[in-house]
Structures are given as C-alpha cells and as structure tokens.
C-alpha cells in the first residue's frame, strides 16, 4: 500500500507476539541509496511512532553498534528495531529489565505517556559503547520480561523493540505469529539516524 513516497513500514507491532508486515521502496538521492518509510506501529515507541516518516541509510552489517536503529528484512518484509547485542554478547531478561554480559543496563526515569490505553513508564535508558542513550517504554508484566540467558550466535544481532512490552522482536522466533528471531548480518539494510527522523 502506497503511502506518499514512501512505502509502508512495520516492525513486528501490535498484541505481544504478532507480527506487522510492510514494504518499502529504495530510493537514490545524491548518489547515495537509502529507503525512505513510514511508520507502521507503536513497537518502537516512544522513540517512532506511526505515520512517522524515517530514512534508513545503507550500512554494512558490521559497522552496526549497540543502540543503533536498524532496518533488516524478515522474510519479504522490512521491520526496524533496535540493536541491543552483538555476536557473543550473552542477553537475558529479568523483570523487565535487559542484561547485558551479567548487567542489568541501567535505566532511569523520564516521565509516563498512555499509549493505545495503557499508561506506562518512560525509561532513559543507554547500553555500553551505544551512540547515545534512548527511551523505551514499560507497560507492566508481559510474557516478554523474562529470558533465560543466551550467547548471541556469530554473524547476527539481538534486536529489541523500544516499547518493550509490545515489540515482536529478538526474544521470540522469528514465525508467522512470532518475533524476529536473531537477525542475520545478510538481512540488515541499514541504520535510522536521529536526525533522519520527521512526523512529515
């Protein structure tokens, strides 16, 4: 579905555990290819938000580092979350909380909004050698505040979504009805940089 000149954009949103599907379109602009999108979902809130017009520039996989917004396939589709491992960095959930390498990854508190009904907290939050620290949101207990640790398998990344009790992301198979699964350095485009993002 056409959407401007861009096309539409999902990241895995709606109930925990379903999957939006969308496509985008790439466009050359000054010799440079990037993607221009739109914003499917609230799964990357409070940092996208539907309707949101985002670029997503070309990168290699490998210069990708924690806390980088990225864009990568799943199946036909493009979803854009959030890095938040590496290869060989050991992820776990605990209450909610992300551990990274045995640490809880410290958060703290910005604020609150209501979000499709929900009232919930906004958490600045910054992971270790990240670019900048972001915001992400938590709405309460949900399925996916807890994971047994794991060891980010080589040649891929872990991915959350920002609103992370309503993100399709890396703590759930990738599936029809499941999340993105770890992400293959082959399915990544790109990266979202701050000053790519507009509500045009």
């Known amino acids: 579905m056409k959407l401007g000149t861009g096309l539409l954009l999902a990241f895995g949103a709606g109930m925990l555990g379903l999957a939006g599907y969308g496509a985008v379109t790439l466009i050359q602009h000054g010799g440079l290819p990037f993607q221009r999108l739109r ?9 996208l938000r539907p309707e949101m017009t985002i670029m997503a520039r070309k990168t290699p996989a ?13 199946g036909d589709n493009k979803w854009v979350m959030r890095v938040v491992g590496l290869p ?22 910005a604020g609150a909004m209501t979000i499709e009904g929900v009232q919930a907290r906004i958490l600045n939050e910054q992971l270790p050698g990240s ?10 207990m949900t399925r996916g505040d807890e994971m047994a640790e794991i060891t980010v398998s080589p040649g891929r ?44």
């Open 157 to 200: 990344f872990f991915v959350l979504g920002d609103n992370r009790d309503n993100a399709a992301d890396s703590r759930f198979p990738a599936g029809p009805t499941g999340g993105s699964g770890m992400v293959a350095f082959a399915d990544i485009y790109g990266i979202v940089r701050p000053e790519d993002l507009n509500s045009d």
């Open 131 to 140: 670019r900048a620290a972001y915001r992400v949101l938590d709405s309460g």
């Open 88 to 109: 060989g960095d050991r992820i776990a959930m605990r209450d909610g909380r992300l551990i990274l390498n045995g640490k809880i990854v410290p958060q703290a508190n």
């Open 39 to 47: 914003v499917a979902s609230e799964s990357m809130a409070p940092t």
């Open 62 to 74: 490998e210069a990708l580092r924690r806390g980088d917004i990225a864009v990568f396939a799943v």
